[in-house]
């Protein structure tokens, strides 16, 4: 017996592969949307591997410092060091800023942190990490920034020492490092003009500018320089120690809030991103409704160009199962070209996208297996109304 | 030897109530095997609900019906596997030839024996076989859009021939073909029909080619009378 639904395909492939292509597009949508909610999971978890930590310190009845606002005083890792079980501990701020590059803004996460403890970026792609205590920078590499390359922030030039690779903020924000001190007086010196304003400010405050203490108004403007909070301190752990135990005592000798890696991914995965999650998979499922339409709509024409030639199929003696086979395997010929499209073009534009997207071996087998299923189902009408053809028809009057 | 086709009372109505229609009032017919016999009649005589009657296409609602001697309807009562017979045992013929646009001619033909069962081999064989008996062995490569429309027919015919059936059941074949490649036609069924004892029935409303059946029924109104040929013709 003959391919009847390969020959057919064969016959007007061109038809067949354009509609085929089109709807692969179509799949390739649906699988970068799949990515993309990928690819935020996947940069959440990335971000809790940033800096190495095993508890997160925040300011108390905050879901700091990615999901909230937190404060914490910059002291206050001294006291935590003395918790039994925390080996390291590293302050950490972040910032969202512009920052100027190449006649053009670039939107950066400035996280400040201290060289050698917690916070600290690792692998990194080039450079070297920082060993001076100023003025020195490491940037994502998304930032755009290259090596040696200088760059203003606020009232100072960095250099740029090092690169990293998948580290954003949950915004999407790509990191840029500096030394904690710099980060922090960014942050008070939000700019120039508050600055200004602030000095006048203090200067006309009669308290701090008594004509008989020479010095004074320098240094309490000099104390107003710089931040004295961080966003969160970092600890990390002793071997063998019990994270839930250290973040127990910690909440209730401390008045802070501290959350284990599991606590940030709920946070992070389960109330920061939920909500874009929700979105895609709403795209995803009226995306997968369209395909499968589509589908369907082009197996039925196809089937209804065809009326003639079932009806004489039909009338010469071919089995219903026959025709439904050429109808079956037409659709799943369809699902499978739309799939090794899409699945291209997914492959080939998720680099263009902005945030990163995460194509999963495992997704893309899945949706195989949905396209296929998708495929079978659509054609299930077309099958319908192909057995519903009268031999008669083909007779004629 | 039984008559290839032998109908008696068959009754056909289409329809129910105030909306029925009865096509077939009462048909007798009997063909033998190797003859070619005319059927014609003015339009809504019922020619083609006969014809599909005949193919096992549509089920009569009364009457008798038997091919070479085996009942295949009888008065309500109906063979199990109508599609398997019209397979083996009944080749159409249409006005136009409705070839399978996305197979080539060999395999238009050879799909019947295919759908029997046949190894493609060797139905391939055998269509080309049949394509060469109707003088159109040198298109069997061929795409169907690529035949003219009298080639078309052949190829038809052959098809309808393939599998050597009993019967044959032709509904205006000749209606698209000028009166040579019509009268072509016949001789080819004519020549098939002695070759190979085939029952030929030919629906037409054709005045060129009337002339060369040796028997004729008419049909009125849902009602057939016979005629001889050439008593016509005298
Ligand atoms: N499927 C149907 N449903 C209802 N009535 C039908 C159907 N098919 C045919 N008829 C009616 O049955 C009668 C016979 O129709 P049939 O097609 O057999 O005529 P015919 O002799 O082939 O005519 P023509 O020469 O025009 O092809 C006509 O009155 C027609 O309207
Ligand atoms: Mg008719």
Known sequence: MINLAGRDILHGWGKFVFTGVGLGLLIGVTLSMAGIYRGLVDDGQALLGIGGADLWVVQRDTLGPYAEPSNVRDDAYRALLGVRGVAEAGNVTYLTMQVQHQGGDVRVMLVGFEPGHPGEPGNLVAGRPITRSHYEAIADERTGFRLDERIRIRRHEYTVVGLTRRTVSSGGDPMLFVPLQDAQEVQFLKDNDALVNERARTAANPAFNRPGVPGLLEAVQASQASSRTVNVVMLRLAPYTDETVVAREIRRWKHLEAYTRADMEEILIAKLIATSAKQIFMFLVILSVVSAAIVAFIIYTMTLNKVREIAVLKLIGARNRTIAGMILQQGLGLGAIGFIVGKTAATLWAPIFPKYVLLLPGDAVLGAALVMAICALASIVAIRAALRIDPAAAIGG | ?234
């Open chain 2, 1 to 234: 030897m039984h008559p290839a086709i032998e109908i008696s009372g068959l009754t056909k109505r289409y329809g129910e109530g105030d909306a029925a229609v009865d096509a077939l009032k009462g048909v007798d017919m009997i063909v033998q095997p190797g003859e070619v016999v005319g059927l014609i009649g003015p339009s809504g005589s019922g020619k083609s609900t006969l014809l599909k009657c005949l193919g096992a296409v549509i089920e009569p609602t009364a009457g008798r019906m038997a091919l070479a001697g085996e009942a295949i309807y009888d008065h309500g009562w109906k063979v199990a596997d109508l599609r398997a017979l019209r397979r083996d045992r009944i080749g159409f013929v249409f006005q136009a030839p409705y070839l399978i646009p996305f197979l080539d001619v060999t395999d238009n033909v050879a799909l019947l024996p295919m759908l029997a069962g046949m190894p493609n081999g060797k139905a391939r064989d055998r269509a080309r076989q049949m394509l060469a008996a109707l003088d159109v062995g040198h298109r069997a490569q061929a795409q169907v859009a690529q035949l003219s429309g009298g080639e078309q027919q052949r190829v038809a015919i052959a098809r309808a021939l393939v599998n050597q059936p009993p019967i044959i059941l032709a509904d205006e074949p000749t209606a698209p073909l000028d009166s040579e490649r019509a009268l072509t036609v016949i001789r080819i069924l004519n020549e098939m029909a002695q070759r190979f004892g085939t029952a030929i029935i030919v629906v037409t409303h054709d005045e060129k080619i009337i002339p060369t059946f040796r028997r004729i029924y008419h049909i009125r109104d849902g009602r057939t009378y016979e005629e001889a040929g050439e008593a016509r013709a005298a």
